[in-house]
């Protein structure tokens, strides 16, 4: 139940970073990091798998803390345009209850359903995301946040194997496109 | 360590290299060996393939795309030496910008003998890190755009087949259990059948989805038209091989789908994609482009047919295999010979657009008649497709070739090279490379 708590929060989160103001979504991935972290460190006290462990650190140190800090001061004195329509969240609604139909009782095979529906939902919304987000911060949030999906997705397959590798690979992108944006002036128009 | 590893090692150390010298000459002698000690161990490996030691494999499609991969690599290292336009460039570039084309060439060597689907996706993702960030070192505001444009849709196509991939180990849980096995390329095929069927399927979508983007499949492709068209000449060539990757994975995971007779029919969705490519270059294409532009269309077009036929199956996969190498091939010599050498940039667009003797005419053949033979209704589409996408192509010559001049022996010699061996594909291939293919087709589709 709790990793699936976990998963149910990140999932909120999700739906929540499609309508805010630019200057909160930092705070609000922050949120949704720290969810998928609670979620990867609840299984590895269920499971007693150091890989879930070294995860949920690298989620809460990565996505957790380092990016969102970095997006804060991005973010800081930006317009607030990318706030979404209506649309897109009856949109996300229908991508969660896709994700949900994906993960019915006969298609999943021993493993927690309710996290998975939430992990893949969360992918599909940050995908959403990183596609409608108008700047440079809501679409590397987009893709932050799919990111933190694919860790709780990994997180509740037992016995996945290189579980920390697979949360550096999530990370790689959207830290390397803050570096991009930080240092070469990517996304820049002008 | 892996005998395997050796074509990754080669432009991996190179661009280490060009990271530590300053010297141009030193630099230069550095990319020219990384490249070819590419080619060189490619061709090795091919000689005598060792056996898959759980991380790399080099099976015989695996190997096949590794030496197109390393022939491209170092044509395209020597013609960018030689090229003035090139050498102008290369004079205010910084080390990294130097280093750059040959980290994502050892990528993606990298990711083609992986034997580990994770391990696929993670050196796709340094490649399309690399490639991003070559695009983005060029002065241009529009260059930066696109570079953006390039690591958000490739990112979330990346994360899509991580995903994929993930779902992939757990629809082979029931045959393979826990442990990296049910990670392994190799021991997945054999296993496809008693995996689970409805997770399988699922893995697909995302894996289709996700690896379809970087391949540029149509609806997928929004990135890769500026991204090609704004980076420096190397990069852009190389970038090709971000498709040749994608596409082959998507070949591969056919194969297991194909193999489980509870999972979806696979060929449909990867068939669409295809058409779809080959709709939008052909419809493009008339509006006539400009000349960087055209040849990331016709790119995009040819992909897609090979990738129609990797969805038709059965023989067709064999004349997609070849479909991809050879436009692969003639994209590269066209690409070379931009705005230099008037000549071999004639005979490139004449080879994309399926001309004889080029060998794309043999391999659009060989897919129309299995169309013809398996999926008749879609024959004439594809024929329809496949003649105005030739018709658009023609229509861009007398502007190609417009203020051209002749190009040094270093530009000329190897887009000869690689279209002579076209013409040899098309109408002489020896019988030790159809039987390669047979075999390269036949491995990535059943146990």
């Known amino acids: ?44 006290w269920l ?6 462990w070294m995860a949920a650190l690298l989620v809460l140190a990565v996505n957790g803390i380092a990016i969102p800090l970095a997006l804060h001061r991005l973010a800081t004195g930006l317009p607030n345009a990318p706030r979404a329509r209506f649309p897109w969240l009856v949109l996300g609604a229908g991508l969660a209850l896709l994700a949900a139909l994906a993960v019915l009782p006969g298609v999943t095979h021993g493993v927690d359903r309710q996290e998975l529906g939430a992990a893949l939902a969360t992918v599909l919304l940050g995908a959403l ?26 997180t509740g397959m037992p016995g996945l194997p290189l579980l920390p590798a697979l949360a550096l690979a999530a990370m790689a992108l959207p830290a390397a496109a803050l570096a991009g944006v930080r240092f070469l002036g990517l996304g820049e128009t002008r | 360590m892996s005998v395997a590893l050796s074509p990754v090692l080669g432009p991996l150390l190179a661009a280490v290299g060009l990271m530590l010298l300053g010297s141009r000459r030193a630099a230069d002698a550095i990319g020219i060996g990384g490249a070819a000690a590419a080619l060189l161990a490619a061709c090795l490996l091919a000689a005598a393939p060792p056996p898959p030691d759980g991380w790399l494999r080099a099976d015989p499609l695996a190997l096949l795309l590794v030496l197109l991969t390393g022939c491209i690599g170092l044509t395209t290292v020597v013609a960018s030496l030689a090229s003035p336009s090139e050498a102008q460039d290369r004079s205010g570039r910084s080390r990294l910008s130097r280093a750059l084309p040959h980290t994502l060439l050892g990528c993606l060597m990298l990711a083609l003998l992986s034997d580990n689907a994770g391990l696929t996706c993670v050196a796709l993702e340094a490649a399309t890190i690399a490639g991003a960030l070559a695009v983005a070192l060029s002065d241009a505001a529009s ?10 849709a490739c990112g979330l196509g990346l994360v899509f087949a991580l995903l994929g991939t993930a779902l992939l180990y757990l629809a082979a849980q029931p045959a393979l259990g826990p442990g990296l096995a049910a990670l392994r390329w190799s021991t997945l095929l054999p296993a496809a059948a008693r995996c689970n069927g409805a997770l399988l399927s ?5 894996l289709l989805v996700g690896y379809g983007t970087v391949a540029a499949l149509v609806p997928l492709h929004g990135w890769v038209a ?24 998507i ?46 269309l016709a790119a995009i077009g040819q992909g897609g047919v090979a990738a129609f036929a990797f969805g038709l199956g059965g023989p067709a996969i064999l004349a997609g295999l070849l479909h991809l190498i050879v436009q692969a091939l003639a994209g590269t010599a066209a690409w070379q010979c931009l705005g230099g050498e008037r000549r071999g940039l004639i005979a490139g667009m004449l080879a994309l657009a399926g001309l004889p003797p080029f060998g794309l005419i043999a391999s659009e053949f ?10 008749p209704p879609l024959a004439f589409p594809l024929g329809a497709l496949l003649l105005s996408l030739a018709w658009a192509l023609l229509r861009q010559l007398p502007a190609l070739s417009a203020g051209s001049r002749e190009a040094p022996v270093a530009i000329t010699l190897p887009a000869a090279m690689q279209l002579a061996l076209t013409v040899v594909l098309g109408l002489a291939m020896p019988g030790a490379v159809f039987a390669w293919l047979a075999a390269a087709a036949a491995g990535a589709t059943s146990p």
């Open chain 1, 129 to 154: 995301m990183t596609l409608v987000g108008r700047g440079v911060p809501a679409q590397l949030l987009g893709l932050l946040s799919a990111a933190n999906g694919l860790v709780l997705a990994g």
């Open chain 2, 226 to 249: 500026e991204a090609r068209t704004r980076a420096p000449m190397p990069v852009a060539v190389l970038s090709g091989g971000l498709a040749i990757v994608g596409v082959s994975v």
């Open chain 1, 1 to 44: 139940m709790g990793p699936g708590l976990a998963g149910a929060a990140a999932l909120v989160i999700s739906f929540a970073l499609l309508d805010r103001r630019v200057a909160v979504l930092p705070g609000l991935c922050a949120a949704q990091a720290t969810a998928v972290a609670a979620a990867a460190a609840w299984q590895g």
């Open chain 2, 202 to 206: 699922l893995a697909f979508v995302f």
């Open chain 2, 143 to 152: 260059a930066r755009q696109a570079a953006w444009t390039m690591l958000m």
């Open chain 2, 251 to 296: 070949l591969r995971v056919r194969g297991l789908l194909a193999a489980n007779a509870q999972a979806i029919a696979p060929g449909p969705p990867i068939m669409a994609l295809g058409l779809a490519s080959l709709l939008l270059a052909a419809c493009a294409l008339w509006r006539r482009p400009d000349p960087r532009r055209c040849l990331v």
């Open chain 2, 366 to 375: 060989m897919i129309l008649g299995q169309t013809l033979r398996q999926a």
């Open chain 1, 47 to 52: 499971q007693g798998g150091a890989g879930l």
